[in-house]
């Protein structure tokens, strides 16, 4: 009977699931997409993959916008994101999210179910791509990566939209999450590098751009759409061949593909079709990459602003150079270049792929914009500790020997470089000479103290230390001497002969080209090493007595446990200023030996050192031994000589300026808290006490600080905008947490319980003192403004009026 029943309760179990898997079925995909967005993330992507297999592509073609709206925070705010997302403190969710996005997860899936369907189209507005290109196709210049793809407006010859295939607007749509402007704000959240996004990314790179020789399933190439329905319009067809051949070159080259051989018409066809089955999402994602992440600025913008441009052009020139990238944009073009690295080197003696063929040529294509993209961000980049993200940027571009191998990562110091990399060394040659006059500019300009500054010098110093790289740039640089032959500068006629059209294509016709090694730079390198020199002493004298071995007063000691002096604030400072100095002296020595000058002698240290890290900045750091050797208009007249004196001064929020090294960290932290929620709650009724003009608003002004008015930098996506803001009359205990008020408070203290006073008694004649001050001094007040008659009234509101 039992048994009966199980089996029965078993049946109606199963009944009930089928039922409520058919009513499952019988709602739409959108509205089950819809309601699994109320839900966990984990229990959205369960739903996602299941739409994905249980339904067919007429009902699938509206999931994917709302799909990559909520995924990629289009339009509102999904209260998760791909930025902050990590494995560390979700590791469910980010496990779920990278399998959904993954290149064999569902959402890829999807798309590849939507390509069956050739009349299936998403349009992708034409605001999400740069400025700057929208410009060009305003103006009917159509870059490659465009045609076939714009839709027109029925009456106006402008473009509107791009019409892409489903595959196509993913991409798209997850490259421009990146880059949104909208998104920027939220950017001080993202965690960088840990985030389920750059994780996807890097899957995608490995996947789609394979260096294993595993290449990626093949897919049907989608039929190209059809402009000839109603509502779609072309521009001439002699702007579109114009325009694309002036714009970037293509990632296939036919003529490498076609056997040389008479009667080669059809193995020519099915070798094109066979390169461009395995290649087409290749070179889609690498087209994508190039408009929507490195075309903020044109090389042709670029060239405007420095050379000079007619009033219009100079508008949307000062328009694109507004552009500064985020940290994970410059982040993501980091983990792009190692991966191209990876992907060139992996390239086989022969070509029988369109994927050898990308491999041969993906340089070619990324060179000039990458180049426009990273000197603009070189010359727009704060003088800050980020830069270290665009140096290694940069350093991973020019070293290219690093990554040969994924399993076989190499290091950038104490290594010689293969003489096969010349060639690159020489078309990428204002990469290693520009770049680096450029950063040793902008060092001329920061605390080389600092620790985080003193290791990017470092790491500059160590790359261009490896052995052979200086003689493969000085090689190049003198085949561009017209005196000299390619023969006798040691490199070959055909690289020697493209040296000037590589940096004339890279830069405008009025550049002039400064020789790495030449005058000018070794002078800027010799202001930088007595720079350089003058840090090294002030650093020595500060770490002096802890290398000496000395000891410490009883004093000292009794100092740091009564936390005078933080020991642990002390001892982390010192190690951070023996960094300083080890980093300085190994990039010193470095770069003397590089540009063969000698190391100056170190002067005298400074009299009085700067706090924190400890030495003056180089602008009051006088060259000495220099005035005689150069003229008055010589690099040390210039803005940037370090002859030249700034003041600066701490212009934002006074009540969280950073903490002295005469106060205690977290008195100043728990007194800050404290008076923050006494302000933000009793604020109206402080400004109405403190505006007061009888006696009671004179006591208050003794208690609360005067109103203030600062800066606060807003750094969005663009240029930093200064804001004025105000603060009204408010309570601040800060000085309660200096050393000085803490030790005599314990002093006081350690008295009284000497003489056997109790405490009780000593805090009450300490408040009762305070009163009696604050009580004189708003007395004195009062009579200095009564012209020496004493009125304390209360009530009387108005007896200050005149």
Request: glycine share 4%; net charge positive; proline share 6%.
């Amino acid at each position: 009977m039992l048994a009966r029943e199980l089996s029965l309760g078993s049946r109606l179990l199963f009944v009930s699931g089928s039922s409520n898997m058919k009513m499952s079925l019988q709602l739409p995909a959108i509205v089950r997409l819809e309601n699994a967005a109320k839900t966990t993330v984990y229990h959205w992507c369960e739903e996602v993959g299941r739409i994905v297999e249980e339904y067919g592509v007429k009902e699938l073609q509206s999931v994917l916008p709302l799909l990559t709206d909520t995924l990629f925070e289009l339009h509102a705010q999904s209260g998760w994101s791909l930025r902050t997302l990590t494995k560390a403190n979700n590791p469910r969710d980010f496990d779920m999210v990278a399998h959904l996005l993954s290149p064999r997860g569902p959402v890829v899936h999807l798309c590849y179910k939507l390509l069956g369907d050739s009349t299936i189209k998403y349009e992708f507005p034409l605001s999400y791509i740069p400025a700057a290109i929208r410009h060009l196709l305003e103006e009917g210049v159509v870059p490659s990566f465009y045609v076939g793809k714009l839709q027109y407006h029925p009456h106006v010859r402008v473009p509107s939209s791009l019409v892409l295939n489903a595959f196509e607007y993913y991409i798209m749509n997850f490259l421009y999450y990146l880059v949104n402007p909208n998104l920027q704000k939220y950017a001080t959240n993202s965690c960088g590098s840990d985030s389920v996004y750059f994780t996807i990314l890097e899957d995608y790179l490995q996947y789609f751009l394979p260096c294993n020789g595993c290449d990626p399933e093949m897919i049907p190439v989608p039929s190209q759409m059809s402009y000839g329905s109603t509502g779609y319009a072309t521009p001439p067809k002699s702007r579109y061949e114009t325009s694309t051949r002036q714009m970037t070159p293509s990632l296939l080259k036919k003529s490498s593909l076609t056997p040389s051989s008479s009667g080669a018409g059809t193995s020519s066809l099915a070798a094109e079709r066979t390169s461009h089955h395995d290649a087409w999402r290749t070179m889609m994602i690498l087209q994508a990459i190039n408009e929507l992440w490195l075309s903020h600025v044109t090389s042709k913008e670029n060239s405007n602003l420095q050379a000079g441009s007619p009033p219009r052009t100079q508008i949307n020139v000062l328009q694109a150079v507004v552009f500064l990238p985020s940290l994970d944009h410059l982040r993501a073009v980091r983990v792009l270049v190692k991966h191209l690295h990876y992907f060139a080197n992996s390239v086989g003696p022969n070509i029988i792929s369109g994927m050898d063929e990308l491999k041969r040529t993906v340089w070619t294509y990324f060179q000039k914009k990458l180049y426009v993209f990273l000197r603009h961000t070189l010359e727009h980049w704060p003088l800050d500790a980020s830069f270290r993200l665009f140096l290694e940027t940069w350093l991973s571009y020019i070293q290219p020997w690093r990554y040969v191998s994924s399993t076989q990562k190499g290091n950038d110091g104490d290594k010689v470089v293969d003489w096969k990399w010349q060639n690159f060394v020489a078309e990428n040659l204002l990469f290693y000479t520009l770049f680096l006059q450029k950063i040793i500019l902008r060092f001329l300009r920061v605390e080389l103290s600092s620790p985080k500054n003193s290791l990017m010098l470092y790491r500059i110093s160590k790359v261009y230390s490896q052995r052979n790289l200086k003689e493969m740039i000085s090689i190049v640089e003198r085949s561009l001497s017209d005196s000299l032959s390619p023969f006798k500068s040691g490199i070959s006629p055909h690289i020697a002969v493209n040296v000037r059209q590589y940096i004339n294509d890279l830069e405008n016709p009025s550049f002039n080209y400064v020789p790495l090694f030449g005058q000018e730079t070794t002078l800027q390198i010799r202001t930088i090493l007595a720079c350089s020199a003058r840090v090294k002493s002030n650093l020595r004298k500060s770490i002096q007595p802890e290398k000496l071995g000395k000891k410490r007063s009883i004093l000292s000691w009794l100092s740091d446990w009564f936390m005078l002096s933080g020991s642990s604030d002390s001892d982390e400072n010192g190690e951070d200023l023996k960094k300083a100095l080890n980093h300085l002296e190994q990039s010193s020595s470095q770069l003397a030996a590089l540009f063969e000058v000698e190391i100056p002698s170190e002067p005298e240290p400074d009299s009085v050192l700067q706090t924190t890290y400890g030495s003056p900045s180089i602008f009051r750091t006088p060259v000495r031994g220099w005035q005689n050797s150069t003229s008055e208009g010589s690099l040390l007249a210039s803005p940037l000589s370090p002859q030249k004196r700034y003041d600066l001064t701490y212009r934002g929020n006074p009540d969280t300026q950073p903490i002295r090294s005469y106060e205690i960290a977290f008195l100043v932290r728990t007194f800050h808290q404290i008076c923050s929620n006494i302000n933000d709650k009793f604020g109206p009724e402080l400004e109405q006490s403190y505006e007061r003009h009888d006696f009671l608003g004179r006591v208050v002004r003794q208690l609360l600080t005067p109103p203030a008015t600062y800066q606060e930098v807003i750094k969005k996506y663009g240029t930093p905008k200064v804001i004025q803001k105000r603060l009204g009359p408010r309570l601040c205990l800060r000085k309660l947490a200096s050393q000085q008020v803490v030790g005599y408070t314990l002093g006081i203290l350690v008295l009284s319980y000497t003489f056997g006073f109790a405490p009780e008694i000593l805090c009450l004649l300490v408040v009762s003192c305070a009163c009696a001050v604050i009580f004189v001094r708003a007395s004195y007040e009062t009579w200095r403004e009564s012209g020496g008659r004493i009125c304390i009234d209360v009530a009387d509101t108005d007896a200050d009026h005149y």
